[in-house]
Nanobody, 113 residues
């Protein structure tokens, strides 16, 4: 079973940026991978997907601000988050697009002035 470890979260001011990383314990090259987030008191929601051939897709709320990428040689999936707003505050998780793996601990992002 693939283990996932997210990192890179933190506290930033509105308008700030972060680079989130997800490292898998084994190859994920054949999987479409996704980033998800869960804000306090809300259900987890899908944020972005990158297919096995690196085609991206984004939720409307983050399109134009977030960029997903992958490095299959390193078993990593990254999410560059720009122009952060308070409503982006959440714990960010990665998983396969169809949530086939056990969820990791996530990495918290807090956007606050």
């Amino acid at each position: 079973q693939v283990q996932l470890v997210e990192s890179g979260g933190g506290v930033v001011q509105p308008g700030g940026s972060l680079r989130l990383s997800c490292t898998a314990s084994s190859s994920i090259s054949r999987y479409a991978m996704g980033w998800f987030r869960q804000a306090p008191g809300k259900q987890r929601e899908w944020v972005a997907t990158i297919t096995a051939v690196s085609s991206p897709d984004y939720a409307f709320s983050v399109k134009g601000r977030f960029t997903i990428s992958r490095d299959n040689a390193r078993n990593t999936v990254n999410l560059l988050v720009n122009s952060l707003q308070p409503e982006d505050t959440a714990v960010y998780y990665c998983n396969s697009r169809y949530e086939e793996f056990v969820w990791g601990q996530g990495t918290p992002v807090t956007v606050s002035a």
